[in-house]
T-cell receptor, first 113, second 116 residues
Framework: DQQVKQNSPSLSVQEGRISILNCDYT??????FLWYKKYPAEGPTFLIS?????DKNEDGRFTVFLNKSAKHLSLHIVPSQPGDSAVYFC????????????FGAGTTVTVRA | GAGVSQSPRYKVAKRGQDVALRCDPI?????LFWYQQALGQGPEFLTY????????KSGLPSDRFFAERPEGSVSTLKIQRTQQEDSAVYLC??????????????FGPGTRLTVL
């Protein structure tokens, strides 16, 4: 039973435009959410996180929004750059410090020049 | 090195063979995790160590899977009598002491296992 869902397997966006990646979860006990980025033949790299006490966290070009009532989060990348082309995974855990991460299936982002 | 390293990077096994996958975590990290990533899916939790203690092995798919971390640093994931459904990328991650600012798991590049 997949508790974290990324319903869009792929996204294509023009360089300079905004990329919006979506993630839904079903477990109401999830309290901490992360986004990881993965290039081919490499392991996932941490990108940004948010805890449930916030509804927004920003780090440079990356912003994560959390709507806890809707059990939905999104990652915005503005502006998109060619180096952003990668697979993005949404992950969730019970709380900050909880060891077990549940991952979505990933969204492949392609940034067109 | 500065990051998590895993070896081998690629492993091809005949069905029924035993394999051993190695993980070198970031130096000083007390927590170590193994994940299995099937093609087109996200990583799925297998097991978790705090130092040398295996605190959770609930994600191991069968008793053919065994993990150890005898000295609290390097870890080995062993799969006995491999089956075709074991084909996946096996990811190792490590993390420092739990805390507000150090909650991130850092992943290695993975070992791609193909069972023929």
């Amino acid at each position: 039973d997949q508790q974290v869902k990324q319903n869009s397997p792929s996204l294509s966006v023009q360089e300079g435009r905004i990329s919006i990646l979506n993630c839904d979860y079903t477990n109401s006990m999830f309290d901490y959410f992360l986004w990881y980025k993965k290039y081919p033949a490499e392991g996932p790299t941490f990108l940004i996180s948010i805890s449930s006490i916030k509804d927004k966290n920003e780090d440079g070009r990356f912003t994560v929004f959390l709507n806890k009532s809707a059990k939905h989060l999104s990652l915005h990348i503005v502006p998109s750059q060619p180096g952003d082309s990668a697979v993005y995974f949404c992950a969730a855990s019970g709380s900050v410090g909880d060891y077990k991460l549940s991952f979505g299936a990933g969204t492949t982002v392609t940034v067109r020049a | 090195g500065a990051g998590v390293s895993q070896s081998p990077r690629y492993k091809v096994a005949k069905r029924g063979q035993d394999v051993a996958l190695r993980c070198d975590p970031i130096s000083g990290h007390v927590s170590l995790f193994w994940y299995q990533q099937a093609l087109g899916q996200g990583p799925e939790f297998l097991t978790y160590f705090q130092n040398e203690a295996q605190l959770d092995k609930s994600g191991l798919p069968s008793d053919r899977f065994f993990a150890e971390r005898p000295e609290g640093s390097v870890s080995t994931l062993k799969i006995q009598r491999t089956q075709q459904e074991d084909s996946a990328v096996y990811l190792c991650a490590s993390r420092g002491l739990a805390g507000i600012s150090t909650d991130t798991q850092y992943f290695g590049p993975g070992t791609r296992l193909t069972v023929l």
